[in-house]
């Protein structure tokens, strides 16, 4: 079965890594804004870049996850003007984000510089919208309302200072915050707090958020809180 990509970001990842050394290509694949690039020319960056041994792995297309499709599901309804996410991660819900909103500003944080890196590249390849920045939410003096929304997805159960993170993202968050959580005990080691839905109803309202929205997906836990 022929693989699956998400193209235009795996084309802005390789164009990237070229302009930092990673990668040798044709001006006709560098110069042409990543918008007009024709499927031929993604293939062709993308072979370039398996050609490289670039992990372009990262950049494969599953089918996206319940839990992540709940979370596009609310942020359709409510069209955030940008978005935080902290934790990107490998881009689980990332990259359908950056597919699903091309109009929307995204600022992107994790703790990992490796992962930075990578993201920083797909922004040099041409998704300007996209800001990595390597972070650590707890210690991030950001302004206040900074993010029209604020996604936190498969994070808080490995911040040890968790009531300290959500201050920082509600501070931050103008309108919405977002969280995914696993919903029953399981058996990683970084997952050091379950956070059922009246632990996350106290952190959130005593951060002065209300209207908060829970639901259950394939034992996962998401929730929306709204600010003010």
């Known amino acids: 079965?022929?693989?699956?990509?998400?193209?235009?970001?795996?084309?802005?990842?390789?164009?990237?890594?070229?302009?930092?050394?990673?990668?040798?290509?044709?001006?006709?694949?560098?110069?042409?804004?990543?918008?007009?690039?024709q499927e031929k020319d993604m293939e062709q960056l993308i072979l370039a870049g398996k050609q490289a041994e670039l992990k372009m792995h990262h950049f494969k297309s599953h089918d996206v996850l319940p839990r992540v499709k709940k979370v596009m599901g609310f942020l359709k309804a409510v069209q955030p003007e940008?978005?935080?996410?902290v934790g990107s991660g490998r881009g689980v819900f990332l990259f359908p984000f950056l597919n699903e909103f091309p109009w929307v500003p995204v600022t992107s944080v994790d703790l990992l510089d490796y992962r930075v890196q990578?993201?920083?590249?797909?922004?040099?390849?041409g998704i300007e919208r996209l800001v990595a920045l390597q972070q650590d939410l707890c210690q991030w003096n950001a302004p206040e309302n900074a993010y029209d929304a604020v996604t936190l997805l498969e994070v808080l159960e490995h911040i040890p200072q968790v009531e300290k993170a959500i201050q920082t993202a509600?501070?931050?968050?103008?309108?919405?915050i977002v969280v995914?959580?696993?919903?029953?005990?399981?058996?990683?080691?970084?997952?050091?707090?379950?956070?059922?839905?009246?632990?996350?109803?106290n952190l959130f309202t005593?951060?002065?958020?209300?209207?908060?929205?829970?639901?259950?997906?394939?034992?996962?836990?998401?929730?929306?809180?709204?600010k003010g």
């Open 1 to 37: 079965m022929q693989e699956r990509y998400h193209a235009r970001l795996a084309s802005a990842y390789v164009r990237g890594a070229a302009m930092k050394g990673l990668v040798t290509l044709p001006p006709s694949l560098t110069e042409i804004p990543l918008e007009l690039l």
């Open 82 to 85: 940008s978005l935080l996410d």
């Open 118 to 125: 990578m993201l920083d590249m797909i922004r040099h390849g």
């Open 170 to 176: 509600v501070r931050m968050a103008k309108r919405y």
């Open 180 to 201: 995914t959580v696993p919903s029953k005990p399981d058996d990683n080691p970084e997952h050091i707090h379950l956070l059922t839905k009246d632990i996350l109803t």
């Open 206 to 226: 005593a951060c002065g958020c209300t209207h908060l929205q829970f639901d259950g997906v394939n034992g996962h836990l998401f929730m929306a809180a709204r």
